[in-house]
């Protein structure tokens, strides 16, 4: 079965492309059960034969087995028949992500390279990177959403690479499910609490633009919020977009997590050139999407990310305009040394030059956290991802276009 997903096209607007897919999801013969929603799971069932008036009892049982005991063979299932676990094991899986290899940095920061399950039209496997940082009293995950990315930042390793597709549902929650899996995460215990976990909170900050994948994102960050399952509270799980203004109306209503834009510039040339998307949608069309994001308050503010790019955005003048250009919205400001990867000619701001940013900010009241880089030796910082698909062949590349041209 082929399904195709949500993708980007050509944007009319001078100077600026959106990266097209070069393929589309190729479903595996027996699908994963993991990241299905609770009525596409019940109908899951339904296709093996369980009969309507035992779906809630054995969607309940499953979601159990797979979220809060994290069980990767359906034989472990001991509350449910065998004979429905013997259906359950022709038709389905439980397949997460397969870990080839993982970097573990000098500060303890992980980064694995996960291939996705299933088959693809190129016959390569798929593959992205996803980051687990360990912190004093919580573990972020940070999750990737497309296998390349859409945008073509200027400053960001992972914008170098091409668009191959987005991610389903379940890849995005099966990273969240090998990770559990190889920290030891998961429990026995029928109720575990939240402050229990060492994957404590998730951020939507890996590969790919979050909101160009929106249905997948969505699907799947319920999946991981939901109370009787994984159980990550939405106030621990952070989306960030590069500014995709229609979207972030419907990120608030309709999944309801704490929202992180990447500004990195206050002038509108300065900010075609780091993130070419805001020749779309220019900063006062984002600046406005923002102060309308729903539940916006003082308890939940946004996060705008600011990379310091040594003599490009980091004079006191920025600051003073990113102070009044964020005049009303309550916000925090997340100020992030620029982290170097091959091939950039962006440097990194002088030390003394980020706190004298960072006083600006803070004398105007809003909170200015200089992000301390973290997994920068194995390239695992912020906008250092890459995964080894961009390995791929100018050759490889063009067959891959044509296929999808004659599909």
Same mark, same amino acid.
């Given at each position: 079965?082929?399904?195709?997903?949500?993708?980007?096209?050509?944007?009319? *607007?001078?100077?600026? =492309?959106?990266?097209?897919?070069?393929?589309?999801?190729?479903?595996?013969?027996?699908?994963?059960?993991?990241?299905?929603?609770?009525?596409?799971?019940?109908?899951?069932?339904?296709?093996?034969?369980?009969?309507?008036?035992?779906?809630?009892?054995?969607?309940?049982?499953?979601? $159990?087995? *797979? /979220?809060?005991? %994290?069980?990767?063979?359906?034989?472990?299932?001991?509350?449910?028949?065998?004979?429905?676990?013997?259906?359950?094991?022709? $038709?389905?899986? #439980?397949?997460?992500?397969?870990?080839?290899?993982?970097?573990?940095?000098?500060?303890?920061?992980?980064?694995?390279?996960?291939? #996705?399950?299933?088959?693809?039209?190129?016959?390569?496997?798929?593959?992205?990177?996803?980051?687990?940082?360990?912190?004093?009293?919580?573990?972020?995950?940070?999750?990737?959403?497309? =296998?390349?990315?859409?945008?073509?930042?200027?400053?960001?390793?992972?914008?170098?690479?091409?668009?191959?597709?987005?991610?389903?549902?379940?890849?995005?929650?099966?990273?969240?499910?090998?990770?559990?899996?190889?920290?030891? @995460?998961?429990?026995?215990?029928?109720?575990?609490?939240?402050?229990?976990?060492?994957?404590?909170? *998730?951020?939507?900050? %890996?590969?790919?633009?979050?909101?160009?994948?929106?249905?997948?994102?969505?699907?799947?960050?319920?999946?991981?919020?939901?109370? @009787?399952?994984?159980?990550?509270?939405?106030?621990?799980?952070?989306?960030?977009?590069?500014?995709?203004?229609?979207?972030?109306?419907?990120?608030?209503?309709? *999944?309801?997590?704490?929202?992180?834009?990447?500004?990195?510039?206050?002038?509108?040339?300065?900010?075609?050139?780091?993130?070419?998307?805001?020749?779309?949608?220019?900063?006062?069309?984002?600046?406005?999407?923002?102060?309308? /994001?729903?539940?916006?308050?003082? !308890?939940?503010?946004?996060?705008?990310?600011?990379?310091?790019?040594?003599?490009?955005?980091?004079?006191?003048?920025?600051?003073?305009? #990113?102070?009044?250009?964020?005049?009303?919205?309550?916000?925090?400001?997340?100020?992030?040394?620029?982290?170097?990867?091959?091939?950039? $000619?962006?440097?990194?701001?002088?030390?003394?030059?980020?706190?004298?940013?960072?006083?600006?900010?803070? @004398?105007?009241?809003?909170?200015?956290?200089?992000?301390?880089?973290?997994?920068?030796?194995?390239?695992?910082?912020?906008?250092?991802?890459?995964?080894?698909?961009?390995?791929?062949? !100018?050759?490889?590349?063009?067959?891959?276009?044509?296929?999808?041209?004659?599909?």
């Amino acid at each position: 079965m082929t399904v195709t997903l949500e993708t980007t096209e050509t944007a009319p *607007i001078p100077g600026f =492309v959106e990266k097209t897919a070069l393929e589309r999801y190729v479903a595996p013969a027996k699908p994963s059960l993991v990241g299905l929603s609770r009525v596409a799971l019940a109908e899951a069932l339904g296709t093996v034969g369980v009969a309507p008036a035992q779906q809630k009892m054995r969607v309940q049982q499953l979601w $159990h087995w *797979i /979220y809060v005991r %994290g069980t990767q063979d359906f034989a472990e299932m001991t509350s449910v028949s065998k004979e429905l676990r013997a259906t359950l094991d022709a $038709h389905f899986t #439980l397949a997460r992500p397969e870990m080839v290899a993982e970097q573990i940095s000098v500060d303890g920061t992980r980064k694995w390279l996960l291939r #996705l399950p299933g088959e693809s039209q190129s016959g390569r496997a798929h593959e992205v990177e996803c980051v687990y940082i360990p912190e004093t009293g919580r573990g972020t995950l940070c999750l990737s959403s497309q =296998v390349g990315c859409t945008l073509t930042c200027s400053f960001c390793h992972t914008g170098t690479q091409r668009l191959v597709r987005n991610l389903t549902p379940g890849e995005i929650v099966g990273q969240v499910m090998l990770a559990r899996d190889r920290l030891g @995460d998961f429990s026995s215990a029928a109720s575990p609490s939240e402050g229990s976990r060492l994957v404590s909170n *998730i951020v939507m900050m %890996g590969m790919g633009e979050p909101l160009y994948n929106f249905e997948a994102v969505r699907d799947a960050l319920l999946v991981v919020s939901d109370g @009787d399952g994984l159980g990550l509270s939405r106030r621990r799980i952070t989306l960030s977009t590069s500014g995709v203004v229609p979207m972030i109306q419907r990120a608030g209503d309709e *999944i309801g997590v704490a929202l992180a834009v990447s500004l990195h510039a206050v002038r509108d040339d300065l900010r075609n050139e780091l993130v070419p998307l805001n020749r779309k949608y220019p900063i006062a069309v984002l600046m406005e999407a923002c102060r309308n /994001y729903p539940g916006l308050s003082n !308890a939940r503010r946004i996060t705008f990310e600011y990379v310091m790019l040594k003599g490009v955005n980091d004079t006191l003048a920025d600051a003073k305009e #990113l102070v009044r250009l964020l005049k009303g919205i309550p916000a925090k400001i997340n100020l992030i040394p620029f982290n170097p990867w091959p091939g950039t $000619h962006y440097e990194c701001s002088d030390w003394d030059q980020i706190e004298k940013f960072s006083e600006v900010v803070f @004398d105007a009241g809003y909170a200015s956290p200089v992000r301390t880089p973290r997994g920068r030796d194995i390239l695992a910082a912020c906008g250092q991802l890459k995964s080894a698909t961009e390995k791929m062949s !100018a050759r490889e590349r063009l067959a891959l276009r044509a296929m999808a041209m004659t599909d």
